[in-house]
């Protein structure tokens, strides 16, 4: 891919039309979510979910997750925007966190299992494709308003970054890892193991337990997260530590706990909300 070093973002905006202004972040997220609700209400359907009920559920993840990703990223960068606390409202200008997504988005879910009576477990394993794809896809946001990239380097996939978007400290250097790009592609290759999880484990649904798709997802993205997240030079901060890693290292531990405590253990993940009586109608809704 030697054009990521030959040529620089185009920007952050697609096009104004007057007052209008559409912003290639905004059209990927709203990518995503489409994609994203398309492939969980076919995965859905596999499952012997209702489609409507899935396409409620993406509703609330849109609501719960990206209000949550903003807020994430604003704690962690209070000190950009103690000045002029309306600008954390400007989520289109990028500044977006994708574990304050996760956070957000799961408590979406877990009020959505137990206001319809549907399985947390069977709801997470159908949107965890989707969840990964909708990452990989809205990486390449950061590369439109060039951030999130990585330390200086002269690779043949080095990307050029703008001097009003580069780091004081290494203002002299031109290219730098797109860990932009690093991140979208170990997503893709987790959305490929995911999904032939899922469809491998739908002839064989007393091998594959529920909850196990959403297990192995956290604990491969965490994966990939930590790593890349070393090379990166706007990380959050915790002190000394970066936020990321150590969010990422409790996602490994969780993947790995619940999936020791499926297969290792022999036993069914608990139950997250309990249901104590039969779904609603859809005209009840």
């Known amino acids: 891919m030697p054009w990521l070093g030959q040529f620089a973002s185009p920007g952050p905006i697609l096009v104004e ?6 912003r290639w972040y905004g059209l990927l997220i709203a990518m995503a979510v489409i994609i994203g609700l398309s492939l969980s209400q076919f995965l859905g359907k596999r499952r012997k979910l209702d489609p409507e009920r899935i396409g409620d559920l993406a509703i609330w993840l849109v609501v719960g997750a990206i209000p949550a990703a903003r807020l994430y990223y604003v704690i962690f960068e209070w000190s950009r925007y103690a000045d002029e606390p309306l600008r954390a409202l400007a989520v289109w200008r990028g500044g977006i966190a994708i574990h304050g997504a996760i956070i ?3 408590i979406a879910t877990l009020i959505f299992a137990s206001r319809t009576r549907i399985p947390f477990w069977q709801l997470a394993d159908v949107v965890a494709p989707s969840l990964i794809l909708g990452q990989a896809i809205g990486r390449w946001g950061n590369f439109f308003n060039s951030e999130a990239f990585g330390r200086p380097t002269d690779l043949p996939w080095r990307l050029y970054i703008p001097p009003a978007q580069r780091p004081p400290n290494l203002a002299q250097f031109d290219y730098f890892h797109p860990t932009f790009l690093y991140e979208s592609l170990w997503n893709l290759g987790v959305f490929g193991l995911l999904l032939w999880l899922f469809f491998w484990g739908l002839n064989r649904p007393h091998r594959l337990k529920p909850g196990t798709v959403f297990l192995v997802y956290f604990a491969t993205y965490s994966l990939g997260r930590l790593w890349i997240e070393g090379l990166r030079t706007d990380s959050l901060m915790l002190g000394p530590l970066r936020v990321a890693q150590i969010v ?11 999936l020791l405590w499926l297969y290792g253990m022999k036993r069914p993940l608990p139950d997250v909300v309990k249901s104590t009586s039969s779904p609603p109608s859809s005209a009840s809704r």
């Open 104 to 106: 957000g988005g799961a």
């Open 248 to 258: 990422s290292f409790l996602g490994i531990t969780f993947g790995v706990l619940g």
């Open 17 to 22: 039309l007057g007052p209008i202004t559409l």
